[in-house]
């Protein structure tokens, strides 16, 4: 049977002889699909900073968007699907929401391989990914009902944690696979990547006041004798590379099948004189005189960006088997409908105020982290890309994710024993040094890669506030809403629906600042401010002593424990509309 009748968590001895079996295999085959949600649901963020590499010509805002979109559709998916498992039941929602993320991931492959594929195309596709995002609302309450409050925890930190390694798998392993034909010619040949460094003191330029360039010298022999400057009336029309015996211009060395496609691609190397954009010609205004040039050391080689879709499919496959399989339903939770699930935010039991307090207590913790690991690589690439020796965002990206996941983890047992509220109050602080550390440290605005390793490892220290958080809220929520099991499960639904805006919200914004405002100090001044406020409604509802819904651990009691059964019944009384 695929629904379960009699699930009793809170009682001791159906928990031992039925309940924690069955629990926690539901919990280990759920995370294992909850690795691929979110895995596919960030795979945009990795494949966009190589797109500009491949010969896509793509804005720095229009691939801040592309990495954001995904969120965009998360948000909106995960306000249907905390509605899902009440209503519909824990196999059916995991089982279809695995399966039918083969869409964007089999589209994304191909489109890659296109260079004609347009920006809309890809924000098709990112919003489509985004159901990887979605159904997280989904994956969570279904925990909760399974396991007693206890242990909510422990359960949802595992859970949240293991699959959150799904953003760092998407920035780890998307690096690796796409580097050679690993999944065969069946899946597309190689695009031509691209990868140019600034040669350093090459050229000296001469501007005039309007800022085009009236002389050009070449400092280095070598390249003095490879370069032909043109000049017209006073100024510099053209720069251009004439191959010499030591200096060779960059060329692509490709191999063709009968039908035109590249089936590989040779490793060369050589120089490039372009504008300062990445692989663009010499930059020149209307009337054609240049008002910008560099050179460029470049390689050129073979990439199958394809590979970072294409190797999802069978996980998903798998995944899709596991959870028709094994996963059952509760058949005895008191659902009202759709319509129904809408009374969490009603006044009664004064639920519409605490839910609004959740959602934005959720937002500092997984609207945070999400919105933080969309952005992260874009903000690698566009802050320090511009140095010489820029680091490659996808090698340090991974490291934000996987020490937020692993703090999930292993943190959830922490706040069964000392409380959900405590937690955030603790680690929402953290956030709000972590922006000033940023702010002030001169990480937003540099001058050289140096600061590098400062912005990187304060970076690392939010992740860690936001992991850890997030795991304080999993013990939190239920307890907030302890006199519903269904509405707690309902709450870890609805508050992960909103934070899962996080990368559409957090990824444009940063974008925004940086493009219009010239760096993400504004940003982080807001985010700062936001986190303030957070956290005073964090210490004033849940934290201090005599909080309306205090959590002080399974050691300090909850507000929960300590009322008399009567004023209990009269809650849930209140809750099924009795009263």
């Known amino acids: 049977m695929s629904k379960i009748m009699d699930w009793r968590p809170e009682d001791p001895q159906f928990w031992k002889e039925k309940g924690s079996g069955l629990a926690w295999r539901t919990c280990g085959i759920t995370t294992f699909s909850l690795i691929s949600s979110f895995a596919t649901w960030f795979v945009m963020s990795a ?42 039941g824990t196999r059916p929602v995991v089982s279809i929401a695995t399966i039918i993320k083969l869409i964007p991931m089999v589209w994304l492959g191909y489109a890659v391989q296109d260079l004609n594929t347009g920006f809309w195309t890809f924000i098709i596709i990112g919003f489509l990914s985004g159901m990887g995002g979605g159904d997280f609302s989904s994956y969570m309450p279904s925990t909760s009902i399974f396991f007693p409050k206890r242990l909510q925890g422990i359960s949802m930190g595992i859970q949240a944690g293991l699959g959150n390694f799904g953003v760092s798998v998407v920035q780890f392993v998307t690096p690796w696979i796409i580097g050679a034909a690993f999944l065969g010619a069946a899946v597309g040949g190689p695009q031509v990547f691209t990868k140019g460094d600034v040669i350093k003191g090459a050229l000296t330029l001469t501007k005039d006041a309007s800022g085009v360039v009236t002389d050009v010298v070449v400092n280095k022999p ?46 060369t190397e050589g120089i490039l004189v372009g504008g300062p954009a990445p692989f663009t010609p010499v930059k020149k205004n209307a009337a054609g005189a240049v008002t910008d040039v560099v050179v460029k050391k470049v390689i050129k080689k073979g990439i199958w960006v394809q590979n970072a879709a294409f190797w999802y499919v069978p996980y998903l496959i798998i995944s899709f088997i596991l959870c028709w399989i094994f996963l059952r339903s509760i058949g005895t939770l008191k659902g009202r409908g759709f ?15 605490h839910q609004w307090n959740c959602v934005i207590t959720y937002i500092t913790t997984f609207g945070s982290f999400s919105g933080y690991a969309a952005a992260f690589p874009m903000m690698i690439k566009v802050i320090y890309g511009g140095f010489d020796g820029a680091p490659d965002p996808l090698a340090y990206a991974f490291y934000g994710p996987l020490v937020g996941g692993l703090s999930r983890v292993v943190t959830g047992p922490l706040w069964d024993k000392w409380g959900g509220s405590i937690g955030m109050l603790l680690c929402i602080g953290g956030e709000i040094l972590a922006c000033l550390i940023l702010i002030f440290g001169g990480f937003l605005t540099p001058t050289s890669v140096a600061p590098f390793n400062g912005f990187f490892w304060t970076m690392l220290f939010m992740f860690l506030m936001t992991g850890i958080a997030n795991a304080a809220t999993f013990r939190q929520y239920p307890i907030v809403y302890a006199y519903s099991p269904g509405k707690g499960a309902q709450m870890l639904g609805w508050t992960g629906a909103w934070a899962a ?14 493009t219009n405002l010239g760096n993400a100090i504004p940003f982080f001044v807001g985010a700062a401010v936001f986190y303030t406020y957070a956290n005073i409604l964090n210490w004033y509802y849940y934290t201090r002593k005599g909080a309306e819904r205090g959590d002080w651990g399974n050691d300090g009691g909850t507000w929960w424990d300590k009322l008399s059964d009567a004023e ?10 009795l009263h």
């Open 501 to 514: 805006f996080g990368p559409f919200i957090f990824t444009g914004l940063i974008g925004l600042s940086i």
């Open 222 to 267: 070598d390249l003095a004798a490879a370069l032909v400057i043109t000049k017209d009336g006073g100024v510099v029309k053209d720069v251009v590379v004439q191959d010499t015996e030591t200096i060779k211009g960059i060329k692509a060395d490709v191999v063709k099948d009968a039908s035109g496609a590249i089936i590989e691609v040779k490793k």
């Open 339 to 353: 319509a129904g699930q809408f009374e969490i935010l009603s006044s009664r039991n004064r639920s519409h105020v």
């Open 568 to 577: 209990k019944e009269n809650m849930k009384k209140i809750d099924l509309h």
């Open 47 to 88: 494949v966009v900073v190589r797109l500009p590499n491949i010969g896509f010509k793509f804005t720095p805002m229009e691939l801040f968007w592309l990495a954001a979109i995904p969120g965009l559709a998360s948000g909106i998916l995960r306000l249907i699907h905390s509605f899902f498992i009440p209503v519909l």
